[in-house]
T-cell receptor, first 115, second 115 residues
Framework: SQQGEEDPQALSIQEGENATMNCSYK?????LQWYRQNSGRGLVHLILIRSNEREKHSGRLRVTLDTSKKSSSLLITASRAADTASYFCATDADAGGTSYGKLTFGQGTILTVHP | DAMVIQNPRYQVTQFGKPVTLSCSQTLNHNVMYWYQQKSSQAPKLLFHYYDKDFNNEADTPDNFQSRRPNTSFCFLDIRSPGLGDAAMYLC??????????????FGSGTRLTVV
């Protein structure tokens, strides 16, 4: 069964605006990761947040994690046309304090940033 | 630069004709993964190697097999490709299970077309 579900499925904004994507998951996790995928390419790791963390920042990216609600959000501030891509959350499930060592991906959000 | 390389980028094969996709890494990571990603869908884990230990996902078809002759290389063999196997195949590595501080490193993928 799919672990992560993301919303919205698609997001269209103007350059300079902020973009927020949400991810929900079902089981306990070791960590949650966000990836970016340009059309027809592989995935690029953006940021990882561990289960005992609530917020992380990396440049224009801000990720929050609420383990009580089993949800995470990715905020991209001051978006650029070059941010146009698909964004996936992925969970590393917790196997009783350790990790199963594999990622389960959500369906992704397609972000389009118009110049 | 240390990286994950997949060859070829595009592969066309005939229905039922065995095909092999390759992945190499210069990161010296213990774990290598193969994901299948169909159009507009989430990447789906097929199997992974932790060193030489092979871990198959329960729903991975028997048609798919993998080999890891050494740390650097991993192969995906599709014994009798069907039209439904057309997809992007993504190889990824991680230093060890759950050690995701830098996330997983993905190759650029091989897009498989079955004719």
């Amino acid at each position: 069964s799919q672990q992560g579900e993301e919303d919205p499925q698609a997001l269209s904004i103007q350059e300079g605006e902020n973009a927020t994507m949400n991810c929900s998951y079902k089981t306990s996790i070791n960590n949650l990761q966000w990836y970016r995928q340009n059309s027809g390419r592989g995935l690029v790791h953006l940021i990882l947040i561990r289960s005992n963390e609530r917020e992380k920042h990396s440049g224009r990216l801000r990720v929050t994690l609420d383990t009580s609600k089993k949800s995470s959000s990715l905020l991209i501030t001051a978006s650029r046309a070059a941010d146009t891509a698909s964004y996936f959350c992925a969970t590393d499930a917790d196997a009783g304090g350790t990790s199963y060592g594999k990622l389960t991906f959500g369906q992704g959000t397609i972000l389009t940033v118009h110049p | 630069d240390a990286m994950v390389i997949q060859n070829p980028r595009y592969q066309v094969t005939q229905f039922g004709k065995p095909v092999t996709l390759s992945c190499s890494q210069t990161l010296n990571h213990n774990v290598m993964y193969w994901y299948q990603q169909k159009s507009s869908q989430a990447p789906k884990l097929l199997f992974h190697y932790y060193d030489k230990d092979f871990n198959n996902e329960a729903d991975t078809p028997d048609n798919f097999q993998s080999r890891r002759p050494n740390t650097s290389f991993c192969f995906l063999d599709i014994r009798s490709p069907g039209l439904g196997d057309a997809a992007m195949y993504l190889c990824a590595t991680s230093r060890t299970k759950g050690q995701g501080r830098s996330g997983y490193t993905f190759g650029s993928g091989t897009r498989l077309t079955v004719v």
